[in-house]
């Protein structure tokens, strides 16, 4: 082998071997997701929980949010919606509907994470006898039912849990819509499951979290963090709080139009990127210090990117170790790139057949490379620097 084949050998050998190993730890987690089973809640008292919902001028939705979450409360839970820096009247509209509101106005400091302190000040200054078991949180468009609220509060004991956090499917929404919802079906129901399975956690995303009061008490909640949810499970599980993922729990949002889900996949995948970026490595150090392997996982997990990202990198890092073959380069890292890709491909598929049918038709899936260049714009966005203000999205 030549001077210069050896160098395009290593070359290509560089571009493709940290690919290769996200593009792996994506298809052992996702094949792990679609066997993880439901865990069976464990049966006792039901402890008593207040549900907090923060809102921010959701005037026009939080009487129908309201609506049909009350009836869905099991005895001893409450309701407290958090109005937070409204300029419409979503607390009084709540408050008719049947919830108790709090109203916190502070334009300096905006985000869910400080609604959630907020809420924590508010339910701290109770008596002891009036403050409850379980702190959960829900999204004021989000809708779930009382056997995935019972789920949560019952095993939310001593560790903080996550429900399944879906998107409610629509076939006959946009393409790009679908796709989205399909991704968001992969993040939080199969490589959820996986994770949970492969690390023993979860991570938190935002809607459907529920927390023992102590840990919810001290939790670091005042921060405009835009993935808070996710930092804070971060912080929790390096508290040796791990959150767990209880699969037998789901809410369910509502999707959004093609520009409102192009809003809220820039602010999530800006966060996420900006945060795995920071994290993800050093939590892999430590867990190889420690010889913790579950903890290795979780590291491995968070430095996978999002779905759509993993892919477009994957097919340019297969042309550029492509192109460096014809300069010379072995073929072995471009076939394991492709052989990765596919396995990948395989995975998608399984999940498609498995769970995502009603999330995704057909015809919309066909249209995935679309989806891809319909995201570009998205990444060059982000190459700028990761959002720093909270994107709403309807």
């Given at each position: ?37 439901a ?21 026009p ?28 009247d ?43 078991a379980?702190v ?18 019952a ?12 998107l409610?499917?629509d ?6 819509v ?9 993040k ?13 956690r ?12 102590p ?15 996710l930092?804070?499970g ?6 040796g ?6 699969p ?14 192009l ?12 945060t795995?970026?920071?994290?993800a ?42 192109l460096?073959?014809?300069?010379g ?49 998205l ?16």
């Amino acid at each position: 082998m030549t001077a210069v084949a050896v160098i395009a050998t290593v070359v290509a050998a560089l571009v493709a071997a940290p690919l290769l190993a996200l593009t792996a730890a994506f298809v052992i987690e996702v094949v792990a997701g679609l066997r993880s089973p439901a865990s069976p809640s464990p049966a006792g008292v039901t402890p008593r929980a207040v549900i907090v919902m923060p809102a921010h001028d959701e005037g026009p939705i939080i009487a129908a949010t309201v609506a049909r979450l009350l009836p869905e409360l099991p005895p001893g839970f409450e309701l407290l919606v958090v109005a937070d820096n409204c300029r419409d009247d979503t607390a009084a509209i709540a408050a008719a509907a049947g919830a108790s509101v709090t109203r916190r106005d502070d334009p300096t400091r905006r985000g869910k994470g400080y609604a959630l302190a907020h809420a924590r000040d508010q339910i701290a200054v109770r008596s002891p006898d009036d403050q409850p078991a379980v702190v959960m949180v829900l999204d004021a468009d989000g809708a779930t039912d009382r056997a995935s609220l019972l789920a949560m509060a019952a095993r939310a004991t001593d560790r903080p849990v996550q429900a399944t956090n879906l998107l409610a499917p629509d076939l006959t929404a946009a393409p790009m819509v679908q796709v989205s919802n399909f991704a968001f079906v992969i993040k939080n129901l199969v490589r959820q499951g996986g994770l949970a399975r492969l690390a023993g956690r979860a991570n938190l995303t935002g809607t459907g979290m529920a927390f023992p009061w102590p840990i919810f008490r001290d939790a670091p909640l005042a921060t405009s963090d835009i993935v808070e949810d996710l930092a804070l499970g971060l912080d929790l599980a390096r508290r040796g709080k791990l959150p767990c993922y209880v699969p037998e729990a789901t809410v369910w949002s509502a999707a959004s139009s093609a520009e409102g889900t192009l809003q809220q996949r820039q602010r999530w995948e800006g966060g996420f990127l900006a945060t795995s970026l920071t994290r993800a490595l050093p939590a892999m150090v430590a867990a190889l210090r420690r010889g913790d392997a579950r903890a290795l996982w979780a590291g491995l997990s968070l430095a996978i990117p999002p779905l759509t990202l993993l892919l477009m990198l994957d097919l340019a890092a297969l042309v550029v170790t492509g192109l460096l073959v014809l300069a010379g380069a072995s073929p072995w890292p471009a076939l394991l790139l492709a052989a990765a890709l596919t396995a990948a491909a395989m995975a998608l598929w399984m999940a498609w057949r498995r769970v995502g049918r009603p999330f995704l038709s057909a015809g919309a899936a066909a249209r995935l490379p679309l989806y891809v260049l319909w995201k570009i714009p998205l990444y060059l966005k982000l190459l700028g620097g990761r959002p720093t203000s909270w994107l709403r999205a309807r």
